[in-house]
């Protein structure tokens, strides 16, 4: 099973960037599917964005334009762009993994949740 640590988060003024980590603790050659997900305070969990290995890739109507997601397979890791970061982008963002994007449209992992890194868009 792969563990996957999540790092990059902070405090950052609004129209500021950030770019989150995913580093997994195994091969993520395999993986169809890899996102990131948020959870603002109060709020439910949201998929921001997903990409395949293959290169496809989706984003929360929010996002677009500002995040882009990729993939390093030789360094087993995710990373998540983040620019012209807003207040409403304030939350604790979660990478994982599914079978298909779809399958992580609808929550389905085949991994667990790691510890989230913290974003805090103010200033």
């Known amino acids: 099973q792969v563990r996957l640590v999540e790092s990059g988060g902070g405090l950052v003024q609004p129209g500021g960037s950030l770019r989150l980590s995913c580093a997994a603790s195994g091969s993520i050659f395999s993986i169809p599917a890899m996102g990131w997900y948020r959870q603002p305070p109060g709020k439910q969990r949201e998929l921001v964005a997903a990409?395949?290995?293959?290169?496809?890739?989706i984003f929360l109507d929010s996002v677009k334009g500002r995040f882009t997601i990729s993939r390093d397979n030789a360094k087993n890791t995710v990373y998540l762009q983040m620019n012209s970061l807003k207040p409403e982008d304030t939350a604790v963002y979660y990478c994982?993994?599914?079978?298909?994007?779809?399958?992580?449209?609808?929550?389905?992992?085949?991994?667990?949740w790691g510890q989230g890194t913290l974003v805090t868009v103010s200033s």
């Open positions: 994982n993994t599914g079978a298909t994007i779809a399958a992580m449209s609808n929550y389905k992992f085949l991994e667990g």
């Open positions: 990409i395949t290995s293959g290169g496809s890739i």
